[in-house]
């Protein structure tokens, strides 16, 4: 079984940083996309950024050029540096992985998703 697993987020002034972090484990054989969406209280989940296994990085309009998304493919991780956050930016952050499992096909994944509220 498939299981991604958050690290980071919480409370953090306007115009500080976080960092976010994700971890696949489990029956992994390879994963295709990976990164982090975000979803505010009565709002869809919006594209935050994606790591493709290419080496590619796609990033949500509002957070280009604040937000860096990095990846290692070797420890199925991908984490998330979040800087010059402003109050727009609180929101629960999911990570994200297409992943191919035992049964041999590519499914999403998500995690439990974690708090970040930018707030001073």
């Known amino acids: 079984q498939v299981r991604l697993e958050e690290f980071g987020g919480g409370l953090v002034q306007p115009g500080g940083s976080l960092r976010l972090s994700c971890a696949a484990s489990?029956?992994?054989?390879?994963?295709?996309?990976m990164g982090w969406f975000h979803q505010g209280p009565g709002r869809q989940r919006d594209l935050v950024a994606v790591?493709?296994?290419?080496?590619?990085?796609n990033y949500g309009d509002s957070v280009k050029g604040r937000f860096t998304i990095s990846r290692d493919t070797a420890k199925n991780t991908v984490s998330l540096q979040m800087n010059s956050l402003e109050p727009e930016d609180t929101s629960v952050y999911y990570c994200?992985?297409?992943?191919?499992?035992?049964?041999?096909?590519?499914?999403?994944?998500w995690g439990q998703g974690t708090q970040v509220t930018v707030s001073s």
């Open positions: 489990g029956t992994v054989f390879s994963i295709a996309d």
């Open positions: 790591a493709t296994s290419g080496g590619d990085a």
């Open positions: 994200y992985a297409n992943i191919q499992d035992y049964t041999g096909r590519y499914r999403d994944y």
